[in-house]
């Protein structure tokens, strides 16, 4: 793996935990792979600074997320009421700099791949033009099934190199509410792609230890 999309069936469902799970794992057990994290947009209070927190990541805040927005809104919303533009190109740029820099790079996507851009873009036209192997993370809930169906769905239909599904545990589940709200072997034949493993639910996301031990019982042969 060089670069890893992490996308979500919707906001606030996990990916950020995901990416931090992904990078606690990282830098625990390979340490001699240089790590990167990207979060291309940011509105509104986000992700970047947990991420400098967190990590050992040598990266300013710019270098995280080239373009900020202080509405919390979608980029092109957010643009508008502020009067300006997503600057893709600064984005790009950022992308390709830290991409060269790096062994490893962690790119944590705005919302879903049906989140908007621009007024043009979603993030699943990002994935496929930047050709990001993409992992979807969805939430341990009633309706997970047909979100997760729906949004491999728009993968495929955008050409999205879709490598592998996690499932992340927002509210505390048993086992037996986990196999009854988002069943693997379903999921799994539904969308012919391949569940990576399950995220408990962390009451302190923070804790670097615990990230790196969810980390290591992903499934990340592939990546």
């Known amino acids: 793996m060089n670069v890893l999309l992490i996308t979500g069936t919707n ?13 606690a794992y990282w830098q625990t057990y390979r340490p001699q792979e240089s790590l990167g994290i990207f979060k291309p947009i940011q ?3 986000g992700d970047r600074e947990i ?3 967190l990590f050992d990541l040598a990266q300013t805040l710019e270098e995280i997320t080239p373009v900020e927005f202080k509405t919390p809104a979608a980029p092109p919303v957010a643009a508008d009421l502020e009067g300006r533009q997503v600057d893709l190109e600064k984005v790009w740029q950022g992308f390709n700099t830290l ?4 062994d490893v790079v962690l790119v944590e996507a705005l919302g879903g791949l049906g989140s908007p851009v621009t007024h043009e873009l979603i993030v699943a036209d990002l994935a496929r033009d930047w050709r990001l192997p993409t992992v979807l993370v969805a939430p341990v809930e009633l309706g997970a099934i047909a979100q997760v169906v729906a949004n491999v769905a728009l993968a495929r239909s955008s050409r999205v190199d879709l490598t592998g599904i996690v499932l992340n545990c927002v509210q505390p589940r048993t086992s037996e509410e986990i196999t009854q709200l988002a069943p693997i072997s379903l999921i799994e034949t539904l969308t012919n792609v391949k569940v990576l493993g399950i995220l408990p639910h ?5 804790d670097y230890s615990k990230l790196a031990q969810v980390g290591s019982n992903l499934d990340v042969s592939g990546w």
């Open 202 to 206: 962390l009451s302190d996301p923070m």
């Open 11 to 23: 906001t606030g469902i996990g990916k950020t935990v995901l990416t931090s799970v992904i990078a």
């Open 99 to 102: 991409r060269s820099q790096r």
């Open 43 to 45: 509105t509104g209070i």
């Open 51 to 53: 991420y400098q927190q």
